[in-house]
Nanobody
Framework: QVQLVESGGGLVQPGGSLRVSCAAS????????MGWYRQAPGKQRELVAT???????KYVDSVKGRFTISRDNAKNMVYLQMNSLKPEDTAVYYC??????????????WGQGTQVTVSS
């Protein structure tokens, strides 16, 4: 069983910063890609940023230059540093792990999500 647990969400004013974290736990051998998606009310879930085990990163255009994804492979953690936050960044942020290799399968997993609200 693989679990992803997010933390660090909350309320922040426009222009502020926030860091969300995600810890992967359970019995697995490796995780190829970790990342963050978000879903705003009434909208589809969208990719925010991903990072591979070799630290190749990808960002959605709307967050480039403002958000930074990082990863600690030894701790099975992924982080998203969000700067210059805008009200349109308000969403539930979901941690995602792709190609997680366990004893019985290789699969993808999602966290439960953490709310990020940008408002004055």
């Amino acid at each position: 069983q693989v679990q992803l647990v997010e933390s660090g969400g909350g309320l922040v004013q426009p222009g502020g910063s926030l860091r969300v974290s995600c810890a992967a736990s359970g019995r697995f051998f490796s995780i190829y890609t970790m990342g963050w998606y978000r879903q705003a009310p009434g909208k589809q879930r969208e990719l925010v940023a991903t990072i591979t085990s070799s630290r190749i990163t990808k960002y959605v255009d709307s967050v480039k230059g403002r958000f930074t994804i990082s990863r600690d492979n030894a701790k099975n953690m992924v982080y998203l540093q969000m700067n210059s936050l805008k009200p349109e960044d308000t969403a539930v942020y979901y941690c995602y792990a792709e190609r997680v290799v366990t004893e019985v399968r290789t699969g993808n997993y999602w966290g439960q999500g953490t709310q990020v609200t940008v408002s004055s």
